[in-house]
DNA sequence: GATGAATGAGCTTTCATTCAT
DNA sequence: AATGAATGAAAGCTCATTCAT
């Protein structure tokens, strides 16, 4: 009558490391600190993974995973361009606020210790599954004569730049109104941006 | 007969920690690896700064200062607003190409450590003088009519966000082809986003 | 219908830590190393030797018995003293090449780890049933006249030091033949060393 | 007026490690237990040893290099080739009385901790200075017509196994008599075994 | 007998900072 | 101003052993 499977603890191990990540960064966070957030012990923890970096490598997949599948459903609706636009704004915007620890863990770990992703997520490997949907996304946009035909990644920078910035700005409190406020403007200007000229 | 100045120490190790930082991380960095890039000892690099997070909060006040410059030139030319986004977009991009580690220990350093800068840096008291050239930049365009009116924020986050995107995929060596060859679109895809609709 | 007896299970721990303490050093080999080895699982390695420490006892006893058996046959046999040498020799390099383990773990485990067998293994007590057969061997010849009269440790420490120093100058791979070429000469080395004078 | 020289330090630290190394073993004795013998923090101890590893490998060096020497005064005298085998024995037999550590090292930790010596002091590298003596010996006993013509290292097993191995047992407190009292049966057996026939 | 998750003490190593010189 | 040896707390990780199932 096990209480607790294999499976759940793994997963108690990455939404708690994930917080303090996101919450503390990376190399504040200590095992130790992880362990006794779930409630175990600093050897047990590695047997779950075999160390911090694998851990934080896992952690990565995990939350592009997440919001790849987020995209997919929006991707595969029957909206137009302009309102899959909105719809990504405020999945985005709505998971910074619900779950600020996944797209901080994106903004603060991952972009930052370039050290620590080297090995194992070169490139986009391990963010594959979100910026897989992204280009599906500008693909379905552009086919449809919604938006102007131009470099991916110029598209996805602005996109993502634009909305990392302003989750920044929302977590150093700068902001003088609640992220759910600026979703309108914001889709706007990225439609602005990109659409057929 | 001193050879070397105060001044001068001083700017050799913001120079070295400068690149050591956003190459390697700042938790990576160790003071002793500074201290040999400077050619000094560990303990006399502690007779110019008091500490490793002085020495992060010095830096960033550094670089907000340089680019704080840069786009108070851009201000105060005569150009239009579009051609002012191309400006800033060039400057920001040559600057990337050319001091790598200045733009890098903004997006890698300063923005994920927030641990390193909560006390002293918060909101953003270190980087004010550059936010007040963008503040500036905004007022104008929207005075002139060119630039539709809106948060701040927004505005900024669109801007700052985009550019630190492309720089960082461009250090990921993600981009297809060199960042001088994005400065046309992504100009106009800024001012697309924020002109008077 | 058990197809594994507990002694079968035993021997098979024995033979798989054996191996490992002689090719890796005691420290480095874990259970968890062994029991894999063995195809078990690391708790019921407990039902089998109480610690370790015991395990590495245990073995010592087992090489032992072993040598003083194969000593004592040819201790039984018809052969002259000079002869019984080379048989000697010829039995231990032929270990230390077919079991190489066996001599290795004498070597490098047994005359090493002091700490290990201090406590149930002091003085010759583990290793007694191999040191009664060289008695045996020493008293036998000095009976026939064929060996001089000697402190037993003396001729010991040649007989059994020389052999060890040579089968460790062939595991580092240093020795120029392979060891079968010694034989000879190294047992008429010893029996010079050792005949009456 | 520093008391304590940099070299001085470093030597405390052989000093001290080479007795708890040979008394207590490589892996049980920890880098607190060698700090603390030499009074100093654990920390400037890596200012003097960049790791456990390279301490053992630099103590070897010691070890052979002060053998070495020893060896070299004895081949460098006017003694005949059985007083010399009676120098060596004699000397290593002191050694092994007056400053055990030095023996017990060679016999415990690097015949047996393979997997610390692996890179650095494969074959016979880190003790050529002692093994390049024992060579001359027995070429200039060779030459001599003294000593009969063999593979040099089945005289050196012979003769370090034989001494080694009576250390080992004068360890072990297994000796009826102190090593003082063998040196000259023992220094006559090797003689025996290795005279010209 | 058998399993393997769990424990926790303890290891090697690092590094910001200090301070006697 | 300059040196660099010294400190010591704390990190990541290991592993013999236990115990509920």
């Given amino acids: 009558m096990a209480r607790i499977s294999k499976e759940e603890r793994k997963n108690s191990i990455i939404s708690a490391s994930l917080q303090l990540f996101s919450e503390r960064g990376f190399y504040i966070t200590t095992i130790p600190d992880i362990a006794s957030k779930v409630g175990m ?11 911090k970096d694998i851990l934080a490598k896992e952690l990565l997949l995990y939350i592009a995973d997440y919001l790849g599948q987020e995209i997919k459903k929006i991707n595969e609706s029957n909206l137009t361009t302009e309102e899959k ?27 930052s210790n370039r050290e620590v992703f080297k090995d194992g997520c070169e490139g986009m490997v391990c963010v594959s599954s979100f910026v897989t949907e992204m280009m599906i996304f500008f693909d379905d946009g552009v086919s449809n004569g919604d938006l102007h035909s131009q470099d991916f990644f110029s598209a996805f920078g ?10 920044f700005l929302f977590g150093e409190k700068i902001l003088p109104e609640p992220l759910e406020n600026y979703k309108s403007s914001i889709s706007l200007n990225i439609y602005n941006a990109l659409k057929t000229r």
């Fill in 158 to 167: 602005l996109f993502m730049g634009y909305l990392g910035g302003m989750v």
């Fill in 41 to 51: 012990s600093v050897g047990n923890f590695y047997n779950y993974f075999t160390s």
């Fill in 85 to 111: 636009i909105y719809e990504i704004v405020s999945m985005y915007f709505n998971l910074a606020q619900k779950k600020p620890e996944m797209i901080e863990y994106f903004l603060r770990v991952y972009l």
